[in-house]
């Protein structure tokens, strides 16, 4: 069984910066929890305009979050000089998001030359509890710079 590869810290500041400087999720107010080759966390902090008619946050915000983490966990897999960009996803929602917080945990399944295609789960937190309340399955391509 082979190692998993390490991300450099020329290519974590280099997606991290990525984040920072991507204005929608300035707006929407995400951070970012953690990095590594392959996997990517994004987390939110529940405001109310995330939320849709029924006091839930939208689907919209949750697939947002998902696809980001996505893009940015097959972005650690990239070499220099190449980027990714989303080409599909899918995302179930399981059950409402009613909390405080979310996160996004993004783990890729196969980094390829031209594809890669990775998973998400987001999670809400309410209170002290958290659970399961969406699950993305995304495809990136692969792109030069």
């Given at each position: 069984?082979?190692?998993?590869?390490?991300?450099?810290?020329?290519?974590?500041?280099?997606?991290?910066?990525?984040v920072a400087n991507t204005p929608f999720l300035q707006f929407l107010g995400v951070e970012?929890?953690?990095?590594?080759?392959?996997?990517?966390?994004?987390?939110?902090?529940?405001?109310?305009?995330?939320?849709?008619?029924?006091?839930?946050?939208?689907?919209?915000?949750?697939?947002?979050?998902?696809?980001?983490?996505?893009?940015?966990?097959?972005?650690?897999?990239?070499?220099?000089?190449?980027?990714?960009?989303?080409?599909?996803?899918?995302?179930?929602?399981?059950?409402?998001?009613?909390?405080?917080?979310?996160?996004?945990?993004?783990?890729?399944?196969?980094?390829?030359?031209?594809?890669?295609?990775?998973?998400?789960?987001?999670?809400?937190?309410?209170?002290?509890?958290?659970?399961?309340?969406?699950?993305m399955l995304a495809t990136m391509a692969v792109i030069s710079e």
């Amino acid at each position: 069984m082979s190692e998993k590869p390490v991300l450099s810290e020329q290519a974590r500041d280099r997606w991290l910066t990525s984040v920072a400087n991507t204005p929608f999720l300035q707006f929407l107010g995400v951070e970012v929890e953690s990095l590594e080759w392959g996997s990517f966390t994004l987390a939110l902090p529940v405001r109310p305009e995330h939320l849709q008619q029924d006091g839930f946050v939208h689907a919209g915000v949750q697939a947002a979050l998902a696809d980001h983490a996505c893009a940015m966990a097959a972005a650690s897999c990239m070499q220099d000089g190449e980027r990714v960009l989303s080409i599909e996803f899918k995302q179930n929602m399981l059950k409402p998001a009613q909390g405080e917080r979310l996160r996004a945990v993004a783990k890729v399944i196969r980094a390829g030359r031209r594809i890669t295609v990775i998973e998400a789960d987001v999670y809400c937190q309410r209170e002290s509890k958290t659970y399961a309340c969406a699950k993305m399955l995304a495809t990136m391509a692969v792109i030069s710079e």
